[in-house]
């Protein structure tokens, strides 16, 4: 580690952090960059893509709008060998809470003593409606695991002292995303509507094609608003989640297609909603930055109100609503005092606490030794599965040869190799979103 980096005093200016964001997904690229920036706002920010089946392409990673310094495609052992050699200070990892549990014991691997290791953070990329307990174990160890509001951050507390875990670690903070101009609405009616879909939510085609149906009646409806039906990514692209049903084709079955004043539209969430007047969604993160700047937002409560599609996370925030409400002009606002315990709300600068605990830690000359909940004595039959699907052996270390790929090729080999890779995924994809849907369809005949 630097060492200027980790001797300077809090009152010292201190020297750009080097920071590396390991993501594998979109979303959870702009977290953990957009996360970085918040943390350590001066700093040299080097990005990683976890290969798999969620790497993004240019494109998504262009929407996103954060760029780094410099940014590659590795394994989780290849980015293991990255950071033992690059030095660097700080380590977001934006991952699935498996790839998390991978890396933390890859490093505990690298430094099993006490030594001048990176600060490894990492943490959620929206809201923690599912596998509440799997997921935080899973990123137990990180020597700082963020929560996005004071509610998670109980919530986290209470999983980690309920198994006799250390929970020393969470640390309340917001979604990093949050931000943007405050809503200054026009007049006492929406003028642009905006359904954020989302990948997975709800999953079945019918379920999909209903809410698709709604947003270009509400269009019918209202001739004098526009709907937009905000997609997040192109078909044959992945997001966090599988996408086996994308709106772009279910729109292609409406009858009479799409109404003029509702369209299919792209881009970076930010900047559409700089003139949004009306988000609607079923649970999107994007009801929370819309929350934040003051705009009106709809949860949907036509599919019911379910675990299973995460609008039960907004009980009590004022904005659970049907189409039916929405077509007869309702603009829910939300209730300041769920938006404050949520996070969306009321903290000037909810990473203060976060960069306290990380200046603290940088000081020290050499941090501990990673130490995760899971172990080979507390979890004998889960983590080695885990480690395996990440190459690792079950003492952390790369399996034999996984380093091995590509040594020694030319340049031609690599992108080849590259180009096989991309193929494959596209082969993937095509199976989830073309084949797959076909063949449940037969079997239900």
């Known amino acids: 580690m630097p060492a200027s980096n980790r001797s300077a005093s809090p009152s010292a200016p201190r020297t750009s952090l080097r920071v590396a964001v390991l993501a594998d997904s979109d979303t959870r690229w702009k ?19 976890l290969r798999g089946r969620a790497t993004p392409t240019a494109r998504q990673l262009g929407e996103v709008g954060v760029q780094a310094d410099r940014l590659t495609e590795v394994t989780c052992a290849e980015f293991l060998a990255d950071i033992e050699r690059e030095q660097f200070d700080v380590v977001v990892l934006a991952l699935v809470g498996g790839a998390v549990q991978a890396v933390l014991h890859g490093v505990r691997a690298l430094w099993p003593d006490p030594a001048e290791r990176p600060v490894l953070v990492t943490g959620y990329v929206g809201v923690v409606y599912e596998k509440l307990a799997d997921g935080l174990l899973l990123r137990h160890g990180a020597d700082l695991v963020l929560a996005n509001s004071r509610h998670d951050a109980e919530r986290f507390r209470g999983v980690y002292e309920g198994v006799g875990a250390d929970a020393g670690a969470v640390t309340e903070t917001a979604l990093p995303f949050l931000g943007g101009a405050p809503y200054e609405p026009a007049g006492s009616r929406a003028h642009t509507v905006v359904f954020a879909v989302q990948p997975s939510v709800p999953e079945s085609r019918a379920d999909r094609a209903y809410l698709l149906e ?31 049903q994308p709106y772009q084709r279910l729109a292609e079955r409406i009858p009479g297609g799409l109404p003029a004043n509702c369209r299919l539209a792209y881009g970076n969430m930010g900047e559409v909603l700089d003139g ?27 599919l019911g109100i379910r675990e299973a599609l995460g609008n039960h996370h907004f009980l009590g925030s004022g904005c659970l609503a049907s189409w039916d409400e929405l077509d007869a002009g309702l603009l829910p606002q939300g209730d300041p005092r769920w938006l404050a315990a949520q996070g969306v709300t009321g903290a000037e600068d909810a990473f203060a606490g976060a960069r306290a605990k990380l200046a603290q830690l940088l000081e020290r000359p050499q941090l501990p030794p990673v130490a995760p909940y899971y172990t080979l004595t507390t979890a004998p039959r889960y983590l080695p599965g885990i480690l395996a699907r990440h190459h690792l052996a079950p003492d952390g270390t790369p399996l034999p040869g996984t380093l091995r790929e590509g040594a020694g090729e030319s340049r031609l080999r690599r992108r080849l190799r590259s180009h096989l890779r991309e193929a494959a995924r596209g082969l993937y994809r095509h199976g989830v979103q073309r084949v797959a849907p076909l063949i449940r369809r037969m079997g239900e005949l």
């Open 31 to 49: 977290w953990g960059a957009l996360t970085a920036r918040r943390l350590a706002p001066e700093n040299r920010l080097t990005g990683y893509l």
């Open 214 to 244: 709604r947003a270009a009646g509400h269009a019918r409806r209202h001739p004098d608003r526009e709907v937009l039906v905000k997609l997040r990514s192109r078909p044959g692209e992945h997001t966090t989640h599988l996408e086996e």
């Open 276 to 302: 949004t007047d009306l988000l609607v969604t079923v649970s999107s993160t994007a009801a929370l930055e819309s929350l934040h700047r003051g705009i009106p937002t709809a949860v949907l409560t036509d």
